[in-house]
C-alpha cells in the first residue's frame, strides 16, 4: 500500500487483525434483544405516523379507524413472531429467511428471499437513518434544515464504524434501545395518568390545524382500500422481525430457546409502544398529511413551505412532557440514536448475506473476504454507497422511503413461511413418534396461518403502494435476481472450461517446442537482463524482437548488437505506421499459426519505480502488449523486472510503515532493571 492511504486508513479503520482473532462472542437475552431488535422497536417510531399519513387523505373524521388498524398490524405482529419462533427452532444456524427458501423451495426462490432482503436491508439504513434525523431535527433545528447532509454524514460515521470491526457490544446496544422503550413506556403511562386520572387536557403542536381532506366522503370501495393502504403503511412495524432467526448462533445456549424468547419479547414490547403511542396520538388531537404545506390549514390558510412536520411520537411527547423539557429532549434523543443503531442492524445482515451469496457464487468473490478489521469490508461499502445514493434521490424522506420498505419484507416473510410448511411436511412423512408429530403437527398449522397471513399482507401492499413506490423495490428485487442470476452462470460456465480433464488433453500435454522472444528497443541493462534470464530457461530457439519506428535508431541499435557480439539473433520488424503493439502480436501469432504445437513465450523488460507519477512516465507500451498478447492462446508473457533507483526509496519507506506502531498499538510492560554486572576473582 502506498504511503497516501496506509497511515490514513490505520488511523480511521485501525490496525490489521489476524485471522486467528475472529471469534463469536455469545450474548444474554437481555443483551441479544436490543442487539437484534432495535430495528423492530425502532419502527413504532414511524409506523404510527404512516398510518395517520395515509388517513389523512379522507380527512381527520377517518382518523377513528387508527384503533382498528392499530388491532389488524398487532394480530400481524404475534403471527409473524409464532411463526418465526418456529424457524429458530428448526434452523438454529442462522442461515435465515435465504436457508430456508434455498433448502425447501429451491434455489429460484432461495434467490428471490434473498434479492428481497437485499433491497431490504438498503432501505433499512435509508429509512432508520432518515427517520432518526427528522427525530433528531425535532429538538435540533439545524439537522432538519439539513437532512440530506446530515443522513449522509451519520451513514458515513456507520460504516466507519464497522469498517473497524465493532460489534455489537452489549452497551453499545443496551443502553439506548432501553432508554428509548423506558422513555416510550413513561410517556404512554404518565399520559393515560394525565388523561384518565387527571383530566388534563393534552394538546399536541398541530392540534390547533385542521386537514384539508384530499378525498371527501369516501365510501365503499374506496375507503376500503385507504384502509388497506393505511394497514400497509403500519406493517412498517415489523420490519426487522428476521433478524433473530439470522442470529440465533449468537445466543447463549440453549440458543433456540433463548432467540424464541427474545422473539416473544420483541413482539411484546413492540406491539405494547404501537398501540400507545397510536392512542396518544388520538387523544392529543395529533395531525399529519402528505402534504403538509398546503394539506395542512392554519385558520383556513394552508401553512406553507416554511411549516415543519415533526414525527408523530415527537408531537405526542410534547403534548406530554411538555416542549423542551428533560423528558422530551431525552425521548428524542434516544429516539434518534436507536433509529440510527437499527441501521446498524443492515450493516451486519447484508455484508454476511454478501458473504453467503458468494460463497454460493451469487455475487463477486471479493463479498465473500474479510477485511483488515475481519469485517466484511466490501459488503458493507456497497450497502453504504446505495444507502446514500436512495438518501440522495429522495430527500432523506422517510414518508417517501418507507413506500419502497415494506414488499422486500413480506416476500422475505411470506415464502419463508411457505418454506417452513415444506419443512415440516417432509419431516412428518419420516416421523413416527406421536408426540413430535404433535409438535410438528401444530408448528405447521402457525407456519401455514403466518404464510397466509403474510402472502395476503404483500398482496396488500403490492396493490395499495404499487404506484406509490413499491414498484422501485421490486425493480430493485428483480436487478438483484437477474445480476446474481448472471454471476452464477457467469461462475458455473467458468467452472466447466477450467475444470481438468480426467485424461490427457492439450493443457496437459507438453509442448512440441517453446520459442522465446525478447522485446528490445535499446541495449541497456534491463534488455540484457531479459536476455540472461531467457537462455536461462534454454527454450527450443531464442530470438530478440524489436520494432523499426525510426531508421537511425534501428541502425544505431543493430550497429551496437553486433559491436557487443551478443549471441543471440536480433530481428526487426518495419512499422511504416510507427505501430509497436500490432506488428509484435501479428508475429506472435504467425509462430503459433505455423507450429500449433509449439508454445511461445515473450520476455518484456520492465522498470520498477517507487513514485506514483513514473508510473506514467514509463511501461506504457509493456502494458498495452501484455493486454494484448495474453488473448492469444499458446503465449506466455513474463515480465523481467529491472529496479530503478526510486525503487529502493520506495522499499525503504515500505519498511518504515511497518516497523511504525500506531500510538496504543503496542502494550509495554515494566521495563525490567539490569542486573549489576558481576566482577571476577581477578577484579575485571
Given amino acids: 500500500m502506498s504511503k497516501l492511504t496506509d497511515v ?89 429467511d435465504y436457508e430456508v427458501a434455498n433448502t425447501n423451495l429451491g434455489p429460484q426462490a432461495g434467490l428471490t428471499v434473498a434479492s428481497a432482503l437485499l433491497v431490504d436491508y438498503v432501505l433499512t439504513v435509508a429509512v432508520s437513518i432518515s427517520s432518526g434525523v427528522e427525530n433528531l431535527g425535532s429538538a435540533v433545528d439545524f439537522v432538519i434544515e439539513h437532512k440530506v447532509l446530515s443522513a449522509i454524514v451519520m451513514i458515513l460515521l456507520l460504516t466507519l464504524m464497522n469498517l ?87 445466543f447463549r445456549k440453549p440458543k433456540s430457546k433463548n432467540a424464541a424468547t427474545t422473539l416473544a419479547l420483541m413482539g411484546g414490547l413492540a406491539v405494547t409502544m404501537f398501540c400507545g403511542i397510536i ?135 411470506t415464502l419463508s413461511q411457505i ?31 403466518g404464510a397466509f ?11 395499495t403502494k404499487f404506484t406509490h413506490g413499491a414498484w422501485v423495490a421490486l425493480l430493485g428485487m428483480l436487478i438483484f435476481y437477474g445480476t446474481m442470476t448472471a454471476i452464477r452462470k457467469h461462475y458455473d460456465r467458468v467452472a466447466a472450461e477450467i475444470a481438468a480433464d480426467e485424461g490427457p488433453s492439450d493443457d496437459s500435454v507438453r509442448p512440441s517446442r517453446v520459442h522465446s522472444i525478447v522485446l528490445v528497443s535499446k541495449v541497456h541493462k534491463p534488455t540484457l537482463r531479459a536476455l540472461a534470464f531467457a537462455k536461462l530457461t534454454r527454450s527450443d530457439t531464442l530470438e ?28 526487426i520488424l518495419d512499422s511504416p505506421y510507427r505501430e509497436i503493439t500490432r506488428p509484435v502480436v501479428e508475429y506472435v501469432k504467425g509462430l503459433r499459426s505455423e507450429n500449433p504445437r509449439d508454445a511461445v513465450s ?16 514509463h511501461n506504457q507500451s509493456a502494458l498495452r502488449l501484455k493486454g494484448r498478447l495474453l488473448f492469444t492462446p499458446g503465449v506466455m508473457v513474463t515480465s523481467v523486472p529491472y529496479q530503478l533507483e526510486s525503487s529502493e526509496l520506495a522499499k525503504r519507506r515500505a519498511k518504515k ?4 506502531n500506531a500510538p496504543g498499538a503496542v502494550r509495554r510492560g515494566p521495563v525490567d532493571t539490569p542486573r549489576p554486572r558481576q566482577k571476577d576473582p581477578a577484579g575485571k
Fill in 279 to 413: 392512542g396518544l396520538a388520538m387523544a392529543t388531537d395529533v395531525k399529519m398529511a402528505e402534504a403538509p404545506s398546503t394539506n395542512l390549514l392554519e385558520n383556513g390558510v394552508p401553512v406553507g413551505d416554511g411549516f415543519v412536520q415533526h414525527p408523530v411520537i415527537s408531537q405526542v411527547a410534547e403534548a406530554v412532557f411538555g416542549n423542551g423539557s428533560f423528558l422530551f429532549v431525552l425521548l428524542a434523543a434516544a429516539t434518534a440514536l436507536v433509529l440510527f443503531l437499527a441501521a446498524n442492524t443492515a450493516y451486519n445482515g447484508f455484508p454476511l448475506l454478501g458473504s453467503i451469496l458468494a460463497q454460493d457464487r451469487y455475487l463477486p468473490r471479493q463479498l465473500h473476504t474479510r477485511g483488515d478489521r475481519l469485517a466484511f469490508s466490501n459488503g458493507i461499502v456497497l450497502l453504504a454507497g446505495a444507502a446514500i445514493l436512495l438518501v440522495w434521490i429522495y430527500d432523506a424522506d422517510s414518508t417517501k422511503l418507507i413506500q419502497l420498505y415494506i414488499v422486500g419484507v413480506f416476500v422475505s416473510f
Fill in 657 to 660: 510503515r511497518q516497523e511504525w
Fill in 164 to 250: 473497524r470491526g465493532v460489534k455489537e457490544s452489549g452497551k453499545l446496544f443496551a443502553i439506548p434501545t432501553y432508554v428509548f422503550v423506558g422513555a416510550v413506556f413513561v410517556m404512554i403511562a404518565w399520559g393515560a395518568w394525565r388523561g384518565l386520572v387527571m383530566g388534563d387536557t393534552m394538546e399536541a403542536p398541530t392540534a390547533h390545524l385542521e386537514i384539508k381532506a384530499e378525498h371527501q366522503g369516501l365510501a365503499g370501495f374506496a375507503l376500503v382500500f385507504l384502509l388497506l393502504r393505511a394497514f400497509s403503511s403500519g406493517c412498517a412495524a415489523l420490519t426487522g422481525v428476521e433478524a433473530i432467526s439470522n442470529g440465533v448462533p449468537a
Fill in 8 to 96: 490514513p486508513k490505520r488511523i480511521l479503520i485501525g490496525r490489521a487483525l489476524r485471522s486467528d482473532r475472529l471469534g463469536e462472542t455469545l450474548l444474554p437475552k437481555r443483551i441479544a434483544l436490543p442487539v437484534f431488535a432495535s430495528d423492530p422497536l425502532s419502527s413504532v417510531a414511524y409506523a404510527p405516523g404512516e398510518v395517520l399519513l395515509v388517513l389523512s387523505i379522507a380527512g381527520v373524521s377517518a382518523y377513528h379507524f387508527s384503533p382498528w388498524i392499530a388491532l389488524a398490524v398487532v394480530v400481524l405482529m404475534f403471527t409473524v413472531v409464532a411463526s418465526y419462533r418456529q424457524n429458530v427452532h428448526a434452523y438454529p444456524s442462522g442461515g435465515g
Fill in 453 to 463: 397471513f403474510t402472502g395476503m399482507v404483500l398482496v396488500v401492499v403490492l396493490a
Fill in 544 to 571: 530478440a524482437l524489436s520494432i523499426s519506428v525510426d531508421q537511425a535508431e534501428t541502425k544505431a541499435l543493430r550497429a551496437e548488437w553486433e559491436r557487443r557480439g551478443i549471441n543471440v539473433p536480433l530481428k
Fill in 602 to 617: 515473450v520476455y518484456i523488460p520492465e522498470y520498477v519505480v517507487g513514485r506514483w507519477y513514473e508510473h506514467l512516465l
Fill in 419 to 449: 418454506g417452513m410448511v415444506r419443512h415440516w411436511n417432509r419431516h412428518l412423512k419420516t416421523e413416527r413418534d406421536q408426540a413430535a408429530r404433535r409438535r410438528m403437527i401444530r408448528s405447521r398449522a402457525i407456519n401455514t396461518f
